[in-house]
């Protein structure tokens, strides 16, 4: 991103601005992130996000006004609720946005997971051996499950899940017991759940802080007829690509069949093909003994024009080119794990605790709302906010009018003391009428 602080000043004064706009003192009281004596704490987020844009770890960033240990302990916290500062703050920037993006545009959530590697760890809590599914190989680490929000233009990451695994065999790192009623426990237990699962409680705690997003887009990961149906139930459509398994079996034309046998009959059947896609034909899947249309659209592999892909959506309706132009934003997201891991530190931390693993993902989240809200800013003139709506409120026709009858007194006044004839000034003035608009010559005439 072209928009990262290079200097202290800069970023100190992005932080205020980010933090008057989503009211950060009040989001840090509702998620529970309290202090009574010492350090304010929006100093030391502020301290922290810092490092975080310098690519400094805490133990070699320095501080003035504090010890890095009341930094630590401020992450540390397991009564803070990370979680649900992140999506305070994203409800805030979304408000924001929204007074610049026309009501027609579809808002979209989108599903993805990361990588968060920590291999040389052994004493990291929770730490595991997750799978890589672009390198098909275990690495040790965490998947970082995240959801984001998107109107087409900007990316705001509004929750997140520090995924482990329940499988002892996978378990590397420390495994702690906490009270099951505590909100630490409660986080921990979530990070041993099946991601489809946690995935939906993204779904839900996004939804539930008002987010109004109709759609849920995903990868063939999160794709299945159950993740289809289980979003319905929320009125939520999913768009998502489908694998090409013969495990996953629909109904098309009263025939049991998968996605590759029903692809082989549309070629066939000699279907016309279109310009920006294959076939589009409505299927429907069996779900828990409840019949659930779904549209899918083959569309052509791009670099490889002899394979397809496999989109797939409940919204039925929807032409297949938006489908297409809807699953194409999936990849901001790519784009927010590219500039987490470049810039934002996105795993190269040292904190070994659970809580302040997620407090760190906090700030890495929080981070880039800062460059989102820059880049709106900065690409986007109607967020110069007051100035914008000044210059867009109608001037009253009166006040107009009285200026162009002093302009044209002041000209006359000059022209005067220039000892310049009245017949050439009646005709500069004729000539000057002339070229006004109509609208402006009935002004002037009410003003005379």
Not at 233 to 247: F, H, P, Q
């Amino acid at each position: 991103m072209s928009n990262i602080p290079h200097s202290t000043s800069d970023f100190h004064y992005s932080f205020k601005h980010f933090s008057k706009l989503v009211q950060l003192p009040v989001a840090l009281r509702r998620a529970n992130v309290l202090k009574t004596k010492g350090t304010p704490v929006p100093i030391l987020l502020e301290w922290l996000l810092s490092t975080i844009f310098h690519r400094y770890s805490i133990f070699r960033a320095t501080a003035t006004d504090f010890s890095k240990k009341t930094a630590r302990n401020c992450l540390n916290d397991p009564r803070t609720n990370w979680q649900r500062l992140v999506t305070l703050l994203a409800v805030r920037l979304i408000q924001y946005v929204h007074h610049f993006t026309d009501s027609r545009r579809r808002q979209a959530l989108i599903l993805d997971d990361s990588l968060f590697k920590r291999e040389f760890s052994k004493k990291t809590e929770l730490l595991a051996r997750v799978f890589d599914h672009d390198k098909q190989v275990y690495f040790k680490g965490f998947r970082t499950l995240t959801l984001g929000w998107s109107d087409g233009n900007t990316f705001l990451p509004i929750r997140f899940a520090l995924m482990s695994s329940s499988n002892p065999k996978n378990q590397v790192g420390i495994f702690k017991k906490f009270d099951c009623r505590t909100l630490a426990a409660r986080r921990r237990a979530q990070a041993q759940r099946k991601m489809n699962d946690v995935a939906l409680e993204l779904v839900d705690a996004a939804v539930g802080a008002g987010i109004k997003a109709r759609y849920v887009l995903f990868d063939s990961w999160f794709t299945s007829p159950h993740m289809f149906a289980e979003l319905l139930k929320r009125g939520r459509y999913g768009i998502g690509m489908l694998k090409k398994s013969k495990k996953v079996y629909f109904r098309y034309r009263g025939r049991q069949m998968d996605v590759k046998t029903l692809y082989n009959q549309l070629r066939r059947s000699k279907w016309p093909t279109k310009a920006h896609y294959l076939y589009s034909p409505i299927v429907t899947f069996d779900v828990e003994g409840q019949l659930m249309p779904v549209k899918l659209v083959f569309v052509i592999k791009r670099g490889h024009p002899n394979d397809y892909l496999v989109l797939g959506t409940t919204k039925t309706n929807l032409h297949p080119q938006e489908i297409i132009q809807m699953y194409a934003r999936r990849w901001q997201i790519e784009g927010y794990f590219k500039v987490a891991k470049q810039y934002l530190q996105f795993d190269k931390t040292q904190i070994q605790s659970y809580d302040g693993l997620c407090g760190h993902m906090a700030l890495v989240l929080m981070g880039y709302d800062i460059l989102a809200l820059a880049q709106r800013e900065n690409q986007d003139d109607r967020t110069f906010g007051g100035i914008f709506f000044e210059y867009s409120r109608p001037l009253p026709e009166i006040s107009f009018a009285n200026a162009l009858d002093w302009l044209m007194k002041t000209l006359t006044g000059i022209a005067k003391k220039h000892d310049m004839s009245e017949t050439l000034l009646n005709m500069i003035f004729d000539e000057f009428i002339k070229a006004l608009p109509s609208n402006l010559v009935r002004l002037l005439g009410k003003a005379q």
